[in-house]
C-alpha cells in the first residue's frame, strides 16, 4: 500500500469528498423529481382555471350542440399544434380549439362531474399530454357536455431539465464549500494528534518523560496510556540490561586481574606476552561495558564546558604523554553542553587522553554555535586515522581499539554517550594535520 494511502488525513478528505457528493447528487436527483411535481401541480391548476373559463362560456344551442360564446384569452388556442388544446364532447356534436387543427384528440368516455381530473394521455402531435376533464350540465335538463383541457408534457420535462442544470452547477459550488469545510474541519480536529507526536518526540529524546493524559482529548487517552505503559515497560528493562552489565563487569574484573597477576609465572616468554595481550583485550572490553553502565547513557543534563576541560587539561597535561604537549582552549565561559557534569567528563576525558597519545605537539579544543546547533572539536597534529579505519572507528559492532591499540575504547563510549544525548559524532581530518573529533547537537542549551 503506498504511503500517501495509508495517510489518515488523507483518508478522511476522499471521505468527506466522496459522501458529500453522494448526499448532494441525491438531492439533485430529488430536488429535480420534486421540482417536476410542482410544476405538474401548477400546470395542472392553470389547466382547470382554463377549463373552468370554458365551463363559464359555454352554452347549447336549440339543435342541443355545444356552442362557445365566449372566446379564451389565451392565444396559443388559436395557434396550431401549439401545445395548448381544449375539446367539448357532447351526443350531438363536439367543439375542439383552433389549435387542435386536424390533430386526432385521445377519446375519454367519461369523467367525474363535481371535479377535475387529471390524467396523463398522448397527445395530437405531442407524445404525452397533460389533459384534464369533467362532465357538465349547462342545462339542468340538457345533455352532458364532456370538457377536457390539455397541455403539451414537454413544456414540463423541459423545465425540469433546465432546472436540474442549474441546480447541479449550484450542488457543485456547494460540493466544493464542504469539501474545504471538510478539509478545515479534518486538519483542526487532528490538531490534537500533531501535539501528541510532539509529545512522543520529547518522549524519545528523554525516557523519563511521560505524557500527561490531562493536556489531550479524552479519545486519545487509551492510546496514551498505553504508550506510557510502553514508556514504563522499556525504562525498565534497559534498567535491567545496565543492571546486568555492572554486575557483569564486575564479575569479569576481579578473575582478570588475577589472571594477569599469574601471567608472570610462565617460563616461556612468547607465550607470557600472547596471553598479556589477551588479557587486555578483554580487560578493556570489560572496562568499556562498565563505563557504559554506571553512566546511565539515557540521562539527560547540561553543564558548563570550561569548567570541565579546564581540569580535564591540568590532569592530562601531568601524565607522560601529555606533559609535552602544548593545548589550546578556544571555550566560551557560558558555553553549555548537553550532557551531564559525569558524561562530560567521560567523553571529553577519553577524547583527551587519545589525543595526547597521538599528537605530536599540539591539541586544541574548540566549542562554537553555528548554524543549526553547538559543536564542540577535539584536535590533534599526529597521525590522524585514513578513511577506511574512520569508517571501521564508527561501524557498528567494530572497535578500533582491535586494530590500533586503544584508541577504538575513547571512541566507543564516547560515541555511545553522545548518539545517547541527542547528538552526533564524527572523525574528520585536523587543519593541524591529524585527527579531528567533532561532536554536534543540533539544539543548543539554553
Not at 569479569?252 to 608472570?264: E, S
Request: charged fraction near 20%; proline fraction near 4%; glycine fraction near 8%.
Amino acid at each position: 500500500m503506498s504511503k500517501r494511502s495509508n495517510s489518515l488525513k488523507v483518508r478522511l478528505f476522499a471521505l468527506a469528498a466522496l459522501w458529500n457528493g453522494l448526499a448532494l447528487g441525491f438531492s439533485w436527483v430529488a430536488l429535480s423529481l420534486l421540482f417536476e411535481r410542482h410544476t405538474e401541480r401548477q400546470v395542472r391548476a392553470e389547466l382547470i382555471r382554463q377549463g373552468e373559463a370554458l365551463v363559464a362560456g359555454m352554452s347549447m344551442d336549440a339543435a342541443g350542440k355545444p356552442v362557445l360564446s365566449q372566446a379564451l384569452y389565451d392565444p396559443r388556442f388559436t395557434r396550431p399544434a401549439s401545445g395548448l388544446y381544449w375539446y367539448v364532447s357532447s351526443e350531438k356534436g363536439n367543439l375542439r380549439s383552433r389549435s387542435l387543427w386536424d390533430g386526432a384528440w385521445p377519446s375519454l368516455t367519461q369523467a367525474p362531474s363535481q371535479t377535475w381530473e387529471s390524467l396523463t394521455t398522448k397527445g395530437p402531435f405531442e407524445p404525452a399530454m397533460l389533459r384534464v376533464a369533467r362532465t357538465i350540465r349547462p342545462d339542468a335538463k340538457g345533455p352532458e357536455l364532456l370538457i377536457e383541457v390539455g397541455q403539451d408534457h414537454a413544456v414540463i420535462t423541459q423545465a425540469r431539465q433546465d432546472f436540474a442544470q442549474e441546480l447541479a452547477l449550484f450542488l457543485l459550488l456547494l460540493w466544493s464549500v464542504l469539501t474545504l469545510a471538510s478539509v478545515v474541519q479534518v486538519t483542526q480536529g487532528l490538531q490534537p494528534l500533531a501535539a501528541l507526536r510532539a509529545r512522543l518526540t520529547g518522549l524519545k529524546a528523554d525516557s523519563r518523560a511521560r505524557l500527561e493524559s490531562g493536556e489531550h482529548p479524552q479519545e486519545v487517552g487509551p492510546l496514551i496510556q498505553a504508550i506510557n505503559a510502553l514508556a514504563d515497560a522499556r525504562s525498565d528493562d534497559m534498567a535491567r540490561a545496565r543492571d546486568r552489565a555492572r554486575d557483569l563487569a564486575h564479575a569479569l574484573k576481579t578473575p582478570l586481574t588475577a589472571l594477569k597477576m599469574q601471567v608472570g609465572d610462565l617460563g616461556d616468554a612468547k607465550s607470557q606476552t600472547a596471553l598479556q595481550e589477551s588479557l587486555s583485550v578483554l580487560n578493556i572490553a570489560v572496562q568499556a561495558e562498565l563505563a557504559r553502565a554506571q553512566l546511565a547513557p539515557d540521562a539527560r543534563g547540561t553543564c558548563l564546558l570550561g569548567p570541565v576541560i579546564e581540569r580535564l587539561v591540568r590532569v592530562v597535561g601531568r601524565t607522560p604523554a601529555g606533559a609535552s604537549k602544548r593545548f589550546e582552549i578556544e571555550v566560551g565561559e557560558d558555553c553549555l553542553v548537553p550532557l551531564t557534569e559525569e558524561s562530560a567528563f567521560e567523553v571529553l576525558g577519553a577524547l583527551l587522553d587519545n589525543a595526547t597519545r597521538h599528537a605530536s605537539h599540539l591539541i586544541r579544543v574548540r566549542a562554537r554555535v553555528v548554524v543549526g546547533g553547538l559543536m564542540v572539536s577535539v584536535e590533534d597534529d599526529g597521525p590522524g586515522l585514513s578513511q577506511d579505519q574512520s569508517r571501521l572507528a564508527l561501524e557498528r559492532g567494530v572497535r578500533l581499539d582491535e586494530a590500533i591499540g586503544t584508541q577504538g575504547l575513547g571512541l566507543a563510549i564516547t560515541r555511545d554517550l553522545i548518539v545517547a544525548s541527542g547528538g552526533n559524532l564524527t572523525l574528520e581530518t585536523s587543519e593541524l594535520g591529524g585527527l579531528a573529533v567533532r561532536l554536534g547537537w543540533t539544539q543548543v542549551p539554553a
